[in-house]
């Protein structure tokens, strides 16, 4: 009996696992620090700012790009970033997004684009999220960082929902 009983929690856990996943890919650097040990006392809060750009939308859903660009504003002030955001204004170039982040004197600016934004198709009808985004330093366009990520979740969760716990995810690395 209790090898049964073994087999079908292996075989829940297994179930589980496989209605949720995620796929996360990241350079090495993780983001530029905002809080940084000074001694076993002290953080000292460093300025860290970036100019934000509406990610790309390469989905049929009007505004994805929009929508995880403002989560991702959400997420980059909760650490401690000073944003300046231009995710309401037309997407501009890389290169002319280089001089609108020299005009805001930011450090850094983020670009990158959303390239899945719906719910499946199905019973559940799951979400699902796909992203990529790229710090660049604003002085030369240099790569700070990069994350490229995709997740799914249950049915009864929401796309914002799911898209915050990946860009969590992203940021994090």
């Known amino acids: 009996m209790k090898s049964?009983?073994?087999a079908v929690f292996i075989a829940l856990v297994i179930f589980i696992a496989?209605?949720?996943s995620s796929a996360l890919i990241t350079?090495?650097?993780s983001l530029p620090k905002v809080y940084v040990d000074v001694n076993a006392t002290h953080e000292e809060k460093r300025e860290q700012s970036v100019s934000l750009?509406?990610?790309n939308n390469y989905t049929d859903t009007p505004r994805a790009g929009m929508r995880a660009s403002n989560i991702i504003e959400g997420v980059l002030l909760?650490?401690?970033y000073k944003v300046k955001s231009h995710i309401t204004q037309e997407l501009p170039s890389i290169e002319k997004a280089r001089e609108i982040a020299q005009e805001d004197d930011s450090k850094y600016f983020m670009y990158g684009g959303v390239s899945e934004w719906r719910y499946k198709t199905g019973i559940d009808g799951e979400?699902?999220?796909s992203l990529q985004c790229t710090l660049y330093k604003t002085k030369n366009s240099k790569i700070v960082w990069s994350a490229t990520g995709s997740d799914s979740d249950w049915g009864n969760a929401s796309i914002g929902t799911t898209a915050q716990n990946l860009i969590e995810?992203?940021?994090s690395n």
């Open 4 to 6: 049964l009983q073994v």
């Open 18 to 20: 496989g209605c949720s």
């Open 27 to 29: 350079t090495q650097k």
């Open 53 to 55: 750009f509406r990610l």
């Open 78 to 80: 909760a650490k401690g």
């Open 127 to 129: 979400p699902a999220v």
């Open 169 to 171: 995810l992203m940021f």
